[in-house]
């Protein structure tokens, strides 16, 4: 059906309107890397949103393009690609490097669905018009500035604010919010910084604030302490880092390590993993919600599709381009209105790439043929 001729890695580096700090780090600026698929009449975009030190994932910008050009592309240019199942099938042998193998797939999917002109969220089977918003906020340790920019965000229609937290951060945030806001949608998200040992009281602390969840708090690869955890505070507990794809999922749920997952496409090996996902913790009443990882407009439009996808339940990580940057790469830009992001009607991701923006980000680009 498709054969894929060309394939465009262009590594760029987005500035972002402001720091975004987390339990790992600082940063300024997006870097990722965005793909493009070309068969002989359309092309198909994804983004691998890795970035250039092993932080939140520990694929690199650099490991991401050595997987893609050395093993994931020799496999993908020149396939005859008859359903979407086959594109996953292709690289199924090369282990691990989630973000690097699903921004091909993701991109083949954006692909085949211009082809068969329909919305990628039709494609992979989402069943929703428009997705609830929410916002990350990074760690801002200066409350005044933090009430600020709660503030600013729930102006701006945001239907549920997260927080970021580490260890000496945590519940003095929390009760400006809920003093200042009331009873809004507030949940926290602590990227694996706390050890049970040390920091189950602050935990304990946590339950009197009504907080929607709690999302990673333990190291990423515990799924046994956040079970444990869990048996001794009532605040949800989400998983994000912990679950990398859908044997994970099976295992959490089994071991009550969690109420709730984020799932982000990039980090679950793509859209298919995400499907699965998705329909086996429907079955087992664990809802999801879609994560993000600050994505530029592309990456946006694949995670706006898998938020149409039934068992997802909570407000996602999926803001509006202009919380991040001033000029994004597609057009229309992402817009959040009174909370909610349409999904576009339009065929795969639904919004037009603006390469010439893409060349004024661009740190390297490096292209592969038959
Ligand atoms: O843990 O969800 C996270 C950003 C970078 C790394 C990890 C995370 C995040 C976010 C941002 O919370 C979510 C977004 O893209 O808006
Ligand atoms: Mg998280």
């Known amino acids: 059906m498709v054969v894929i001729k060309e394939i465009f890695y262009y590594h760029i580096s987005m500035p972002l309107k402001m720091t975004f700090q987390t339990s790992f780090g600082e940063t300024n600026t997006h870097d990722t890397i965005i793909i493009k698929v070309v068969s002989s009449d359309l092309a198909g975009y994804s983004e691998i949103p890795v970035n250039t030190g092993p932080w939140y994932s520990y694929e690199t910008i650099t490991t991401a393009l050595h997987v893609s050009l050395d093993f994931i592309a ?7 690609i008859q359903d979407i199942g086959e594109i996953k099938d292709l690289i199924k042998n090369i282990r691990g490097h989630e973000m690097a193998k699903a921004g091909h797939e993701m991109a083949v999917l954006d692909l085949i669905a211009k082809y068969e002109n ?19 906020i990074g760690v801002i340790s200066d409350l ?7 503030s600013r965000f729930l102006d701006e229609g945001y239907r549920r604010i997260k927080i970021k937290i580490k260890p000496g951060w945590d519940l003095d945030p929390i009760d400006m919010i809920r003093r200042e806001f009331g009873k809004i949608k507030l949940q926290v998200d602590a990227n694996a910084a706390y050890d049970l040992d040390k920091h189950l009281d602050v935990f304990i602390d946590m ?21 444990i955890l869990r048996s001794k505070i009532s605040t949800p507990i989400c998983l994000d880092e ?10 959490a749920i089994a071991l009550g390590s969690c109420d709730v997952i984020n799932v982000k496409p990039p980090r679950v090996g793509g859209l298919l993993e995400t499907i699965k996902i998705n329909n086996y913790a429907e079955k087992h009443d664990i809802p999801i919600w879609i994560g993000g990882l600050l994505e530029s407009g592309i990456g946006r439009g694949h995670l706006v599709a898998a938020a149409t996808l039934s068992n997802v339940k909570y407000p996602c990580d999926i803001s509006a381009s202009n919380r991040y940057y001033d000029m994004d790469i597609v057009e229309p830009e992402w817009v959040v209105e009174k909370g909610y992001i349409d999904v576009p009607k339009e065929a795969g991701i639904g919004v037009e790439v603006r390469e010439d923006r893409i060349l004024k980000y661009l740190v390297r680009e490096i292209h592969k043929r038959l």
């Open 74 to 80: 020799p496999r993908i240019l020149g396939a005859d």
């Open 118 to 136: 329909k919305p990628l969220a039709k494609l992979i089977g989402g069943v929703k018009s428009k997705i609830e918003a929410g916002v990350s």
């Open 144 to 150: 005044e500035k933090l009430h600020r920019e709660v």
């Open 207 to 227: 339950d009197r604030y009504d907080l929607l969840m709690l999302e990673q708090p333990l190291h990423y690869n515990d799924l046994y302490r956040h079970s």
């Open 242 to 251: 912990s679950i990398r794809d859908i044997y994970d999922t099976e295992a």
